[in-house]
């Protein structure tokens, strides 16, 4: 599934971004009320706000837009003098860049926003049940592990089941933690999220799984690429 963007700036489709958007599913529209409309039918990962922000109205359509759509990051492009006006409106959730900005600029800030939306929506589908297994509550049966989870553990099902599936879990429990950090290149904060614990929590289940060589390991391989 690709990234979707909603682009609200008087440039031409192809001038506005200069060329970022181009691998997203994006929506270009020319005025803040054209937003409100399309925010009706769609939702976006990210909203990138690149229009003259002048009349006091611009601004309370701006807070209409954050609210309706509270999921997306919203990014602003502003004129310095304009931040303070911005700040008081729209309090928190937003992003933004002064103008005028540079095209490494956009692009290092659409690509945080996008690195962090992939990760989210890549974890979404295993999360609420991976935070009680982290959290040690055991909602987790032993048909839920996966079979080549049980092969790790180095136990059949007939075996002292209870055993085999107090190892089997704690392999799996490895295994998620070792692609969460993966996923996330080695930032602690950003896997702890993912995975729906504190940041204290992870350092703690690593060193209890004794996985600290194996977030080292991943650590330097990020600082190579």
């Not at 609200?8 to 200069?18: H, L, P, Q, V, Y």
């Not at 054209?34 to 701006?62: G, P």
């Not at 310095?80 to 006006?85: D, E, G």
Request: hydrophobic share 40%.
């Amino acid at each position: 599934m690709k990234s979707t963007a909603l682009v609200i700036s008087s440039e031409s489709k192809k001038d506005a971004g200069n060329g970022v958007f181009s691998k997203l599913e994006t929506v270009f529209v020319r005025e803040l009320s054209m937003a409100l409309k399309t925010l009706k039918k769609n939702r976006f990962d990210l909203i990138l706000v690149q229009t003259d922000l002048v009349k006091k109205n611009d601004f309370h359509l701006l807070k209409q837009i954050q609210r309706m759509d509270g999921l997306a990051d919203l990014l602003v492009v502003l004129e310095q003098s304009r931040i303070p006006t911005a700040m008081e409106t729209l309090v928190g959730h937003w992003d933004y860049l002064i103008t005028p900005y540079s095209g490494d600029e956009l692009k290092l800030k659409v690509e945080k926003i996008l690195f962090k939306r992939n990760l989210e929506r890549e974890n979404r589908f295993w999360r609420v049940e991976l935070a009680a297994l982290l959290a040690d509550r055991g909602t987790l049966s032993r048909d839920d592990v996966p079979a080549e989870i049980w092969e790790k553990a180095g136990e059949s099902r007939s075996k002292d089941e209870s055993q085999s599936f107090k190892r089997s879990r704690k392999e799996f429990e490895k295994e998620c933690l070792r692609r969460a950090l993966e996923r996330a290149r080695g930032s602690q904060t950003q896997a702890a999220k993912a995975l729906g614990i504190h940041r204290n929590t992870l350092i703690w289940k690593l060193k209890r799984l004794n996985l600290e060589n194996d977030y080292q390991k991943i650590v330097r391989k990020r600082r190579r690429q």
